[in-house]
């Protein structure tokens, strides 16, 4: 991000959206250099409330940073996300108003596909280092994707820091009527106490689902770490076989040298 380019921008009118998320595009190591440049760029052109409002920006993680990356690369996939996260709310409540668990078993597959695939994204984007960073990628997926503001900061590229998804069930606990369903099919009799025992349970469930496949991801990421050990070990011992076999000439050929020296 060039400072004599961001002069020419902020001359404009108003500090805009663009500016943020190309701020969020730079690496981290970059971005207290690159956010006090736009800062003061806006300060010189007059705009002290644009400058005041960057220099509280905050340097995102590394996590963010990738997942930023990701966005911008591949909008499809967030926005794919976010929607995943949507159905997968609406599935909830049917499954809290005994309207069915089908679709929250297909919701949640489709959510946890399209979390993977933004997932990739961003690994990619940190190189060699992205496995190691793979967790905190879902966790902080998982959290955007039924949290609207996060999930927006996200589809922006704007992200500052990682996240813990809270039980999906969660915001949507005090739910009183769904549309054509909750409280009409309430079976007769129900208490408010059954009812807080059926949201307790289907947290418990939830909660217990998010589990599992955060194992199931950090299995994935072990067994790609191994492979790519064994493919490391598997080369050095083939470097190895060459250069004893190499040695193994040498050390003939030394030898008939020896050999002929000696009879001389």
Excluded: C
């Amino acid at each position: 991000m060039g400072r004599s380019r961001l002069r020419r921008r902020v001359r404009g009118d108003l500090l805009s959206d663009a500016d943020v998320r190309e701020l969020y595009g730079v690496p981290p190591e970059r971005f207290i250099e690159a956010r006090d440049s736009l800062a003061n760029d806006l300060r010189a052109a007059g705009k002290d409330d644009e400058a005041a409002t960057v220099k509280k920006l905050r340097k995102p993680s590394v996590v963010a940073w990738a997942l930023n990356a990701a966005a911008r690369e591949s909008p499809e996939d967030v926005a794919a996300l976010l929607e995943a996260g949507e159905d997968l709310r609406r599935a909830q409540r049917k499954a809290l108003s005994k309207a069915g668990t089908e679709d929250l078993f297909t919701a949640t597959e489709t959510r946890k596909r399209a979390t993977r695939a933004v997932a990739d994204r961003a690994v990619d984007a940190l190189g060699v280092r992205g496995a190691t960073h793979r967790d905190r990628i879902v966790s902080t997926l998982e959290a955007a994707s039924l949290d609207r503001e996060l999930g927006e900061r996200l589809r922006d590229g704007i992200l500052e820091r990682d996240a813990q998804p809270t039980s999906g069930f969660g915001a949507i606990e005090g739910f009183e009527v769904l549309q054509g369903g909750a409280a009409e099919e309430r079976a007769p009799g129900e208490t408010a106490e059954v009812r807080r025992e059926r949201v307790r349970e289907a947290k418990e469930a939830e909660r217990t689902a998010i589990r599992a496949e955060r194992a199931a991801e950090q299995a994935a990421a072990r067994a790609a770490d191994l492979r790519a050990r064994a493919t490391t070990a598997e080369a050095s011992a083939k470097d190895a076989e060459t250069d004893a076999k190499r040695l193994a000439d040498e050390a003939k050929m030394a030898r008939k040298r020896a050999d002929r020296a000696s009879r001389d």
